[in-house]
């Protein structure tokens, strides 16, 4: 159904839940009825950048997060994040990491709002992605690593 309602080329949302199928990640989707709102995958393995990987091997990485263009500003972007601060918490993971591109400030002043801080670890990394119009584009992206420890003595609600 996420396939059918959101059209995404490239088979992203297949390979996300495969990673979920297997155990590898969580993958998060906000809905609203019928209407898939946004996305993003918790990281069991740990963070993916080598960098942040090194600097923080106890964390879980929050990746991946999109809301789509005409629900952004509705809460969206942070109901997934507390989900994806759920999960971790239910898990018996106590720190949270999430990668943000340089070129992306919106995303960073929402992550620093929910709690998340600076580390100062940057990784650097290259893919391909495809255009909602078949065009293969390469990106080189520049992501630093901010984290949130989560509290473990807090109830947290499920």
Do not use: F
Not at 18 to 31: N, P
Not at 99 to 124: F, K, M, Q, S
């Amino acid at each position: 159904m996420l396939c059918s309602r959101w059209r995404t080329p490239g088979g992203v949302p297949e390979a996300h839940h495969a990673r979920q199928r297997d155990g590898q990640a969580t993958y998060l989707v906000a809905w609203q009825d019928q209407e898939p709102l946004g996305s993003g995958v918790l990281q069991w393995g740990g963070c993916i950048g080598s960098n942040a990987r090194t600097a923080y091997p106890e964390a879980v990485e929050l990746n991946h997060l999109q809301v789509r263009d005409q629900y952004r500003g509705q809460g969206v972007g942070s109901a997934l994040i507390a989900a994806a601060e759920d999960r971790a918490s239910q898990a018996g993971r106590y720190q949270i990491a999430v990668g943000v591109a340089e070129d992306n400030p919106d995303a960073e002043r929402l992550y620093r709002r929910l709690g998340y801080c600076p580390t100062g670890a940057i990784d650097v990394s290259q893919y391909d992605w495809i255009t909602p119009e078949g065009a293969v584009r390469h990106e080189t992206e520049r992501d630093h690593l901010l984290v949130k420890d989560l509290d473990p003595t807090l109830e947290r609600a499920r």
